[in-house]
């Protein structure tokens, strides 16, 4: 483990916020003693030692499995920052900030939610119509890449593109399927690194 004083966007204000480098991996502010480092041994200056070291990454992590581990430094934030944050709202924080930091910036993240009916099918039949509607609602967002019955029909399967597992949830809670109490839901993580047609990337 490691201490991270405090991530980008939650050192409140300072004057030399706008100066202040910081880690494009865990939002820790950056100073040379604590760079990261290439293959070849020089210097990283985008990376802080704890994330990259010798040319990759020390963890291989999702955005929100980095962002819980801020988390735990909480109490320290608070000191650095002069705030009161509760652990709930630097995570909220850091998933507003962590974003735009490099190494998730351009990083795809795809979740696949796994329906499993609890009621019988003549009971899922009668919310079908307003799940259909729920799910035509998230492809006009974007929400939504593809979806279908499972084989046989025990549940379903939904794929879902969104920034992280609370947008995912939220989603989730509006399905009728959902509200009513007719399935259970797994929720998969998955960063998508090879595609059949390289077209996808933009599609995704």
Known sequence: MYLITYPVGLMGEKENDMEQKFCQS?????????????TDGTLNEDYCIYCYKDG????????EQMIDHCAQFTDEINKQSGQNLTQEQ?????????????????????????????????????????????????????????????????????????????AVDAIISEDPFHINDIAN????????????????????
């Open 26 to 38: 865990c939002g820790m502010p950056l100073t040379n003693e604590i760079l990261g480092t290439n």
């Open 90 to 166: 630097a995570k909220d924080m850091m998933r507003q900030f962590f974003p735009h930091l490099k190494r998730w910036k351009n990083r795809l993240v795809m979740f696949i939610a796994i329906l499993t009916y609890k009621k019988p099918l003549s009971e899922v039949d009668n919310y079908l119509s307003a799940h259909r509607e729920y799910l035509a609602k998230h492809y006009a967002i974007g929400d939504f890449i593809t979806s279908g019955p499972q084989i046989p029909r025990i549940g379903g399967v939904i794929m879902i593109k969104a920034n992280n597992r609370e």
């Open 56 to 63: 990759k990454f020390a963890q291989d992590m999702t955005m």
């Open 185 to 204: 839901y797994q929720i998969v993580e998955f960063t998508p690194t090879m595609f059949c047609n390289e077209e996808l990337k933009t599609i995704l």
